[in-house]
């Protein structure tokens, strides 16, 4: 069995065509959108039609299993990378939009600390930072 059936098996949900193949989508092209992985699905033509409900719905499972983390920068739409546990960061090009993982910034997760927070165990952070890549830089 490929790598994305046995997470799918592990995670409790039914290895699909459809589930492997936005997996190996996002694989190859991590910060995606959903149209761009519509765009990947038909250029590949591996999988049989996927409606674009089909699509949000196939994602929706993804996310909700962990095996897809979302991002949504602001002005951006929703972006889909592989689910990794490890608690990373992103940088945004104001210019271009290109994303960029960025690691942890301190330690183990959530490796920001909110202060007190009665009534929570804060047990992950999700940072954005936002600036310009080099090219957009130079191009400025």
């Known amino acids: 069995m490929d790598e994305f059936g046995t997470r799918l098996r592990d995670k409790g949900l039914r290895n699909t065509p ?18 761009e992985i519509a ?3 038909d ?8 409606s674009r409900q089909g699509l949000y719905n196939v994602l929706d499972d993804l996310v909700g ?4 983390r979302p991002l949504e920068p ?14 990373h960061h992103h940088l945004v090009c104001r ?7 960025v690691p942890c910034a ?3 997760a959530p490796c920001l600390d909110p202060g007190p927070v009665p ?3 804060v047990d992950q952070a999700e940072v954005t930072w936002w600036g310009m890549c080099a090219e957009c830089e130079a191009k400025a």
Do not use: K, W
């Open 18 to 35: 459809q589930r492997r193949a936005v997996l190996a989508a996002v694989a190859r092209t991590p910060h995606v959108t959903a149209a």
């Open 39 to 41: 765009t990947v699905l």
């Open 43 to 50: 250029a590949d033509g591996a999988v049989g039609a996927l």
């Open 65 to 68: 299993a962990r095996l897809l």
């Open 74 to 87: 602001a002005g951006s739409p929703a972006r889909f990378e592989l689910e990794t546990h490890d608690n």
């Open 95 to 101: 210019g271009c939009g290109r994303i960029q993982d």
């Open 106 to 108: 301190i330690g183990a």
């Open 119 to 121: 009534g929570f165990r």
